[in-house]
């Protein structure tokens, strides 16, 4: 679609930006700026895979968004369909199957296709909705391997649309608070870091498909915590050390890690100790500076929101759906022209971090990140 050429200045897009400090928490008279670009019309989503987390947090998130909304859905299950156009009041013809996928190109009324399906399938269904002419967001993690990432973002470069990741994180009031923190350094350049992300998989599902998920906690759960350390630091990662922790329960866990260790050392100096376990309990980040310190106590990760204190006092921040402020700064980013923060160049750095920390695993050596 066209970019069309926002009136507001961007000096005064990114002042009201900054001070809401929630991603795209707007005053009404911003949205309607934005809006009026597209001739006040708000842009069109589709979801593809109906599972867990499009069911329980994308389509309620997009009853809360402003500059976007559900328009349509691709599933493999046409009961599926069925009801959410009816949940949703969708039009019939906006349900699409995997196999007709490829027919959305004719669709106005999309102007973005959401893949939330097992990482494993990015690729394809991106790749294929790039082609498309839909700009992307992949769910993270991004893909499977890095060669698969990099033809994601070849789509969608080759396509001229935008491609970003489905990192809700970074528009989390907490999270921000964090990389306010390291930019100012107002706590001195965070150097010691620490992070857990872990919880009890009873049911067996898709993430412990090796050849759907790609691997098991550090995946799903562990780039979390990777992707806090990079926030904290404003540096790159150079190189990982990990180990595997003996299987509790190796019959379940039979395909993919149960609980692994690792540690980040970063371009400036400063360290990660992380860890994330399917079968444990875990929400926590602290960063560590000369002159004080960041702590999440609880939520860390989580979509409710955390708890947390500085060295300088507790940090009190209302809840916000950090989904609905993902999607609508990437309409933003469709509408206006601006890069997504959370772009499929991020999403190929995280994948490359989790490989070399699954080489250090299995070699017992020190891998260096490129």
């Known amino acids: 679609m066209k970019h069309p050429t926002l009136t507001l200045s961007r000096r005064e897009f990114l002042r009201n930006l900054a001070a809401t400090t929630a991603g795209l928490a707007l005053s009404p008279n911003i949205v309607s700026e ?43 299950h046409p009961e599926k369909g069925d009801k959410w156009a009816n949940d949703y009041n969708l039009k019939k013809e906006n ?4 196999e007709t996928l490829d027919r959305i190109a004719e669709n106005k009324d999309v102007d973005i296709v959401y893949v939330v399906t097992p990482p494993a399938l990015h690729p394809e269904f991106t790749i294929r909705a790039a082609k498309a002419g839909k700009h992307v967001i992949s769910e993270k993690p991004m893909a499977t391997s890095v060669s698969d990432c990099e033809r994601m973002i070849g789509a969608c470069k080759n396509a001229k649309v935008q491609l970003g990741i489905g990192y809700r994180m970074h528009y989390d009031l907490f999270r921000k608070e964090l990389m306010r923190i390291a930019q100012s350094q107002e706590l001195g350049p965070l150097m010691k870091l620490s992070g857990n992300f872990s919880f009890v998989m009873n049911q067996r599902q898709w993430r412990v498909e090796k050849k759907l998920a790609g691997g098991g906690a550090m995946m799903d759960l562990g780039i979390y915590v990777v992707q806090a350390g990079e926030q904290a630091t404003n540096s790159a990662i150079k190189s990982v050390t990990a180990h595997e922790e003996p299987k ?23 360290t990660l100790d992380g860890s994330t376990s399917f079968n444990g309990s875990g ?37 916000i759906n950090q989904q609905a402020a993902q999607m609508d700064d990437f309409a933003d980013c469709v509408l206006s022209g601006r890069k997504t923060p959370v772009s499929g160049e991020m999403g190929r750095r995280h994948l490359a971090i989790i490989m070399g920390i699954y080489e250090a695993a299995r070699t017992g050596k020190t891998v260096n990140v490129r």
Not at 37 to 44: H, T, V, Y
Not at 255 to 266: A, C, D, G, P, S
């Open 34 to 76: 934005l809006l009026a670009q597209n001739r006040g019309r708000k842009l069109g989503i589709a979801l593809l895979g109906l599972g867990g987390y499009a069911s329980g947090q994308l389509g309620p998130a997009l009853r809360e968004t402003k500059l976007c909304e559900l328009r349509a859905v691709i599933t493999g």
């Open 95 to 98: 349900i699409y199957s995997y």
């Open 248 to 270: 509790q329960r190796p019959d379940f866990f039979n395909e993919v890690e149960e609980t692994i260790k690792f540690n980040l050392n970063f371009a400036n100096g400063a």
């Open 283 to 319: 929400n926590v980040f602290r960063a560590e500076g000369a002159k004080g310190w960041f702590e999440l106590t609880r939520g860390a990760f989580s979509y409710s929101g955390a708890v947390g204190q500085t060295s300088r006092g507790p940090l009190n921040f209302h809840w």
